[in-house]
Structure formats: C-alpha cells, structure tokens
C-alpha cells in the first residue's frame, strides 16, 4: 500500500520521490530531529547518512539549535538515515531508521524523531508507563565533570497505608549500577510522589537529590557525585538551652547563586534559601539575589521559601569550577487557595477539637494553636519546636526529644498525624514529611509521663500529635 505525501512516495518506512529514476543525478537530503519526550527539536544530534547496501561509506553532519541538519550532493541509490544523541545512548536505544532512495534530483525532506515516552519505557522496563516511570542519564564526576562507571545508585519514595487504626509509612527504593559507559536507568519510578536519589562510588558520593517524575513517565537527569569533606560544627542540644555539641556537617568548595521571583517577575526580598543536606541558609536581598558558599560538591537539594508563597524544592548540582546558579519562582498562596463561602458565624466544635482544648488546659504539654502558628510565621514544621525545652532539632528537621533514662541522651518520639500513628519516618526530617501549612494544631509531649493515654507506647520517649487541614481559626474538624 502506497500513499502520496507532499511529492513523495512513502511505501513502509520507505522515502523516495516521485518520478522515473535517471542515472547519474544528485540531490539534497534535509529534515529535522524532533525528540517526542520534551516536544522540541533536538539539536546537536548527530544525523548520518549511509548506503544501504556499503554501510562503511556514508557522512554525518550535526544538527543545528532548531534540529536542521542537511546533506548535499547526494548521488542517486538505495541510502539509511539516523541519528545518535546522548538523549538515547544511556539507554543504548536506536531510532528508526528511514530508508531513502535517491532517483532523481528533487530535493527529499526527512524527519527524525526520538520515540514517545511511552515507547521508551516499554523498550525498555519492559512494562507501560502506568506501571511507572524511567529515570535514567548519567553518573558523572562533580570535580571533572566525566563519567563514573560503576557508580551506585539508589531512588526512594515514600509511600503511606492504611493499617487498622495507624498510618504506616514504607519506603520502596530501586538501586541500580552505572555501566561502563556510566550510564544507569531506573524503571518503577511514581509519578505522583518525590523521589529521593542518591549515587556514590567508593569513597565519593551525591547527596539527596529531590525530584518529581513527569506526568509522561521518562525523565532524564544525571546525578553528579563528589568527594566528601566534613567539618566540625556547633550545634545546641536542647532548642530552649545553652548546651552544644559538636557534630560533622559536609562542605566544600562549591558555591551557589541566584535569584528569588514572583510569578510576576518582580524580585522576592527576605526569601529563605536553605541547602537541605548541610542545613545552610541564605536570604535574598532587594534583587531578589541570594548566594550560598562552602558547599559540599555534587548533586543536592535546595528549597525555597517565603511568607505567604508556595514553597519550591529542587535539585541542583554543584560542580567544581564555576558557580552553579538556581532561579526560583514563587507563586502567592492565595492562588492556590479555594473561594471560601461565608453561611453563617456560628460555628460548632468538633469532636477532636473539643478534646484538643480540655488537654490544652491539663497542661502536661506544649500546645500550639492556630493563633500561635500564625503569630510564629514558621517556615518549616521544625521551626514551631526550636525554642520548645527539651526538643533538639538536627540537619533536615530530624526532631528528638531529651531522654530521661541517661543524661544527655536523646530519642526519637512517636508521631501522631491526626490521631492515627504513623511509622518508619525515623531516619526522614520532619520538614520532609510534613508542610508547615497543613497544620493547623500540634500537641508537644516531652515525656513519657506527659503522654496522653490514646497517644502513649512502650518506649516513654515523648510524643508529637499533629492535626492538619486549612486553618479555620474555630474548628479542627
């Protein structure tokens, strides 16, 4: 079956232009490289043009910025188009080839193309993209920039259920190995959920970097690794004391800068940038400019805030040599904020809230209301608990309690989010679970002793009640 296409036959995956062949004539070959994933022209392709029947005699030429690439003086015959681009050589993927033939001298029009997403996946996990996503690319050297094969690396997500009356928290991951050619994928990515990613090899490794994976199931992304270099820093170890103790904390010589908007473009004063992994803070200035040094090298997370604006939480990579630099773009919280409807200003108690009150007034803990949450103005769940006695908070929002079974010991309380216990988040920061703005309650017992009867376990280490949802200011529904 044949059909006419602009001029051309196209029979199969068969190009060739209408008309009697004639000996001895020359044409040009031009087209485009379309990768289908990020739905643009790709450039820098390398695009090659091979006899069907001599594969060793051909040429290449590279795409431009706009996927052009061209061949001229093209003499008549049987010819193979394609292209390579690292975009597929992690995944030792081949595009479809398009056969040309040459037999006359109009010029013949081509277009190459990276394969769906969906396509991608299947080659390649070996199931559909609903199943999960691909993440793939390359582990490369944050010193020099090269690949590093053999390198480890591991992807985790958190996922909670349902069991009986508590919350349970697990933490699926994949870990993989880089090939020779440092390449690495991993399939069975969410596409719902932050992941968390990880590399190292021998003595060198990455930090946490966060990321999302697209609605389409595939992204690309290389994870830089680099040495690791620690340094002594002073940390409290009571958040309402004077105490401190010494504790190791990454660094380097890496460096980032940038800038801080809004969804208008105008610079955002006063934003906190905070390195997640070292816990290092810097706040933009007038310009909206901010700039973070001594930063440990290789692939992290950086995480943005203001007051009054959605957060952001991105992956950067810091590399030796040059700064690496960021831009934020924060959107106001009240575009995101449903229309409320006024019905009336009485308004009843709920149940838990009810009970929420008559502990508040026994005193045995450290209560924080709606009124206090927004006076607080925090920007993470962790800076509610940093003035509270006998809570240490580390790097990323770990929250511990002091332990009164040995002096200077602490532990880590259980965590109740709105009356069922959730487990597992021993080794993730509170910061990382939880959204300073879906709280509209919290309940702090330091000691065993203090704990609630429907709120108490075995171990006497304290407890944190957490009540979230949209802050009514009359209930806690």
Not at 83 to 100: A, E, K, N, W
Not at 418 to 436: N, P, R
Request: glycine fraction near 10%; aromatic fraction near 8%.
């Amino acid at each position: 079956m044949r059909r006419a296409v602009r001029g051309m036959w196209l029979v199969g995956g068969l190009v060739a232009p209408l008309g009697a062949a004639a000996q001895g004539v020359r044409t040009s070959i031009s087209g485009t490289v379309y990768d289908s994933v990020a739905k643009r022209h790709l450039d820098s392709a390398v695009v090659q043009l091979v006899r069907a029947e001599r594969p060793g005699e051909g040429r290449s030429a590279t795409a431009d910025a706009n996927g052009r690439f061209r061949f001229d003086d093209v003499p008549e015959g049987n010819w193979i188009l394609g292209f390579i681009h690292p975009v597929l050589d992690s995944l030792g993927l081949r595009t479809p080839l398009v056969q040309v033939l040459v037999r006359d001298p109009q010029p013949i029009r081509a277009v190459l193309a990276v394969p769906a997403a969906a396509t991608i996946v299947r080659s390649v996990c070996g199931f559909p993209v609903d199943s999960g996503g691909l993440w793939y690319g390359y582990t490369r050297s944050a010193v020099t920039g090269d690949v590093v094969p053999g390198a480890t690396v591991q992807a985790a997500w958190s996922r909670i259920r349902v069991m009986g009356t508590s919350l349970q928290r697990d933490t699926p991951n994949v870990t993989g190995t880089s090939g020779e050619q440092g390449a690495f994928h991993q399939c069975w990515m969410p596409t719902d959920d932050i992941v968390l990613a990880k590399a190292w090899h021998e003595a060198d490794s990455s930090g946490v970097m966060t990321f999302t994976m697209p609605a389409a199931g595939l992204l690309r992304r290389d994870i830089f690794i680099g040495p690791v270099e620690v340094v002594d820093a002073r940390i409290a170890t009571d958040s309402g004391g004077t105490d401190t103790i010494t504790i190791q904390r990454r660094t380097g010589t890496g460096r980032l800068v940038g800038r801080v908007l809004r969804s208008d473009g105008e610079p955002l004063r006063g934003a906190r940038l905070r390195f997640v992994e070292t816990g290092q803070e810097a706040l933009s200035n007038d310009k909206g400019q901010f700039v973070l040094d001594s930063l440990p090298l290789g692939s992290y997370s950086v995480d943005a805030r203001a007051i009054g604006f959605v957060s952001a939480l991105r992956p950067i990579d810091i590399v030796a040599g040059a700064p690496a630099s960021a831009h934020f773009v924060l959107d106001t919280r009240e575009a995101f904020l449903d229309t409320v409807k006024v019905i009336g200003r009485a308004v009843a108690m709920s149940q838990q809230h009810l009970e929420f009150l008559r502990r508040k007034r026994q005193g045995l803990g450290r209560f924080f209301d709606e009124d206090d949450i927004e006076k607080r103005n925090p920007f993470y769940v962790s800076d509610l608990l940093r003035m509270t006695a006998g809570v240490r908070i580390l790097t990323g929002g770990r929250v511990l309690f002091r332990a009164f079974s040995g002096l200077g010991q602490y532990c880590t309380p259980s965590l109740y989010l709105d009356g069922m216990q959730v487990t597992g988040i021993e080794e993730m920061g509170l910061d990382a679970f939880l959204s300073v703005h879906d709280i509209r309650a919290m309940e702090v017992y330091t000691r065993g002793a203090q704990v609630p009867a429907q709120f108490a376990r075995d171990v006497g280490c304290g407890a944190l009640v957490v009540w979230t949802g949209p802050r009514t200011r009359n209930t806690l529904r």
